[in-house]
C-alpha cells in the first residue's frame, strides 16, 4: 500500500463522488452554496498551511492543483453536502456529526495517510487541526443559514403576477 498513495487519493475522490446522486439534486441545489464556500476557503488555507508548514502534502492529485485538492473534491465535498443533507435545521446535531467525523479524519485517518506517504503533521498538532475543523464546519453551517435567509429565500418569492394585457385607447 505504501508504493500507491495516488491510487488511494483517486479511490478517495471517486467513492466521494459516486455518492452524490443519492443526495438528491434539490439537497445538491440546495447545499451547494454552503459546500463551494467552504471549499474555496479551504483551498485558502491551503496556501497559509504550506506558507507556515502545518503540514507537507507528499502526494497529490492532479500534480498541479492546490495540495488539498483530493480532500476538497472528495471526501469533504461530498461529506459537507450529506452532512448539511441530513442535519441542516438542527445545529446540535450538525455539530456532533462533524465532530464525530473531524474525529475520524482527524486520527485514525491522517495517521494511515501518513503512513502510506500522502502527507505529514508538521507544526500543527492533530488536536488543533480537529479544532480547525471544528470552527470551519461553524463557518460552513453559519454561510448557509445566511445563504438559506437572504439569498435562496428572495429567489423563492415568486414574482408579483402580471396584470392581463389591456389596450387602452392611448395606445
Same mark, same amino acid.
Given at each position: 500500500?505504501?508504493?500507491? #498513495? ?11 463522488? !459516486?455518492?452524490? #446522486?443519492? !443526495? ?37 492529485? #492532479? ?75 461553524? !463557518? ?32
Amino acid at each position: 500500500m505504501k508504493k500507491k #498513495p495516488v491510487l488511494v487519493l483517486w479511490i478517495m475522490v471517486f467513492s466521494s463522488i !459516486l455518492t452524490l #446522486p443519492f !443526495l438528491g439534486w434539490k439537497h445538491f441545489k440546495r447545499f451547494l452554496p454552503g459546500t463551494l464556500f467552504m471549499s474555496i476557503l479551504i483551498a485558502l488555507e491551503s496556501i497559509v498551511a504550506e506558507k507556515y508548514k502545518w503540514w507537507a502534502i507528499y502526494k497529490k492529485i #492532479p500534480p498541479y492543483f492546490v495540495n488539498e485538492f483530493a480532500f476538497i473534491v472528495g471526501p469533504f465535498f461530498a461529506g459537507s453536502l450529506w452532512i448539511l443533507r441530513l442535519t441542516y435545521g438542527k445545529i446540535y446535531l450538525y455539530f456532533l456529526l462533524n465532530a464525530f467525523v473531524d474525529a475520524v479524519f482527524v486520527y485514525p485517518f491522517s495517521a494511515l495517510f501518513e503512513h502510506i506517504g500522502i502527507f505529514k503533521m508538521k507544526k500543527m498538532s492533530r488536536h488543533q487541526l480537529f479544532g480547525l475543523f471544528l470552527i470551519k464546519s461553524l !463557518l460552513m453551517y453559519g454561510f448557509q443559514a445566511m445563504w438559506e435567509k437572504y439569498v435562496r429565500k428572495s429567489s423563492a418569492k415568486k414574482p408579483e403576477q402580471e396584470r392581463p394585457y389591456s389596450m387602452s385607447p392611448a395606445e
